[in-house]
């Protein structure tokens, strides 16, 4: 069942190197969302983006960018300055406020 | 702050046994309230919020603004209810105000 796509599924990095993981969705929702699920910890909002060319902070923002040029494409970069990488990360989706979340199948990435 | 809290980090019950899941929240508004599940090997799925009033899969929650409570409720429990559950809030901001519970593990025994 498509909806939203994250890619790779698994990525292994070195410690300082910066590292994209790419969000796509074709629900033709307007607001994406990054999180990163911790054990024990639930999820946490990295980044939000309510439209194309915006985008904002979520709880966790340090160490991580985003960018939003297109409407289905919301991909999240997790830069050497992040402490702790390593972790599941979760990318979303909804119509607007309000709306119900749709999640992609994650992407684990290990930083060594 | 809005706030969700479950207490439970894992909770055992047996096949046929009734379950409840606890979850509470703060919240200086008028919150939605949501049911996320994700099964072994599956993507985080929507269960059930509370604005649509429906029963799935058997479980039921009933929002008590008076205690902030969200608890899901299943009388009888299956073993393929085992799965990882989250009860989230949203505010009505994007994102920002969506915020997730650290979720409670049910193991459904046979």
């Known amino acids: 069942d498509g909806g939203i796509t994250q890619s790779p599924k698994y990525l292994f990095r070195k410690e300082g190197q910066n590292v994209t993981l790419s969000c796509e969705q074709n629900?033709?929702?307007?607001?994406m969302y990054w999180y990163r699920q911790d054990p024990g910890q639930g999820l946490r909002l990295i980044y939000y983006s309510q439209i194309v060319n915006d985008f904002q902070k979520g709880d966790i923002a340090e160490g991580y960018s985003v960018s939003r040029e297109k409407k289905e494409s919301f991909p999240l970069t997790v830069t050497s300055a992040q402490k702790n990488p390593t972790a599941f990360y979760l990318c979303?989706?909804?119509?607007?406020?309000?709306?119900?979340?749709?999640f992609g199948e994650g992407s684990w990435l290990t930083v060594v | 702050a809005q706030r969700v809290t479950q207490p439970e980090k894992l909770l055992s019950v047996f096949k046929g046994a009734p379950v409840e899941l606890k979850c509470n929240y703060s919240y200086s508004g008028s919150p939605e309230l949501f049911w996320y599940v994700q099964y072994s090997r599956q993507r985080l799925q929507l269960l059930l919020r509370h604005i649509s009033r429906e029963s799935i899969k058997g479980f039921t929650a009933d929002l008590n603004k008076g205690e902030t409570s969200f608890h899901l409720k299943k009388p009888f429990a299956q073993e393929e209810d085992s799965a990882m559950y989250y009860c989230a809030l949203s505010g009505g901001n994007y994102g920002q105000n969506f915020v997730f519970g650290p979720g409670t593990r049910l193991s459904v025994l046979p």
């Open positions: 979303a989706s909804s119509r607007g406020s309000l709306d119900t979340i749709y």
């Open positions: 629900l033709n929702h307007d607001a």
